[in-house]
């Protein structure tokens, strides 16, 4: 069966500092992969998408960066984290045809 | 318009009511239409899925009811439970299940 797994699953950081968050997926090949974010209270709002490796698009300009280095990796990054940028960042993936799958979560902190 | 809009934003229901749940869209392209339920500090799973060449679905106590000519969909949930306790989004995508645009969720609490 397929898993989708993030990591970490918090994480505190300073304004400026850089960030990687990772998400894996087993059990299926060459998937859909996104990241949503999620800010308190408010509906999931999507990031990045990519449907193959090294193919990312963008849907909201911003701090952030995608890359998908492998079929079943994708990580959210950022060379100096704002504010702003706090909330939960979900990753979800899927194929074609089928629904999307949500991961557990990252909880992100901006001090 | 690629906004959905859900309402209410919180609902409170006692064990056994029936919480339903609005959505309304404007794109017309948009071709799938999920629910998805969230438990504090949890991923979204997929509750339930309707496409519009149907007008109602259902999955054990959960039901949408699909309206094509007014751009709505609404989930209702029978015989609640205090374990339905959580918030519920409601999304769209066209082209099939892809890039999902979700409403802003209701949170729903269910009094035992």
């Known amino acids: 069966s397929q898993t989708i797994h993030q990591w970490p699953a918090t994480l505190v950081q300073p304004v400026g500092s850089p960030l990687s968050l990772e998400c894996t997926v087993e059990g299926t090949s060459n998937p859909n992969l996104y990241w949503y974010r999620q800010a308190a209270g408010r509906g999931l709002q999507l990031l990045f998408y990519?449907?193959?490796?090294?193919?990312i698009s963008s849907e909201v300009p911003q701090n952030l960066s995608a890359s998908r280095p492998q079929d079943r990796q994708f990580i959210l990054s950022s060379k100096k984290l704002l504010l702003s940028d706090s909330g939960f960042y979900l990753c979800a993936w899927s194929l074609v045809v089928t629904e999307q799958f949500f991961g557990p979560g990252t909880r992100l902190t901006v001090l | 318009q690629q906004q959905v809009k859900q309402s209410p934003q919180s609902l409170i229901v006692q064990k056994g009511g029936i919480p339903i749940i609005n959505c309304a869209y404007e794109?017309?392209?948009?071709?799938?239409f999920p629910w998805y339920q969230q438990f504090p500090g949890k991923g979204p799973a997929l509750l339930i899925a309707?496409?519009?060449?149907?007008s109602e679905k259902k999955e054990g106590r959960f039901t949408i009811s699909f309206n094509k000519s007014a751009k709505q969909f609404s989930l209702h949930i029978m015989d609640s439970q205090p374990g339905d306790s959580a918030t519920y989004f409601c999304?769209?995508?066209?082209?099939?299940?892809?890039?999902?645009?979700f409403g802003q969720g209701t949170t729903l609490q269910v009094k035992p």
């Open positions: 990519s449907v193959g490796i090294g193919q």
């Open positions: 794109n017309t392209a948009f071709d799938y």
């Open positions: 999304a769209a995508s066209e082209g099939g299940p892809g890039k999902l645009i």
């Open positions: 309707i496409r519009p060449d149907v």
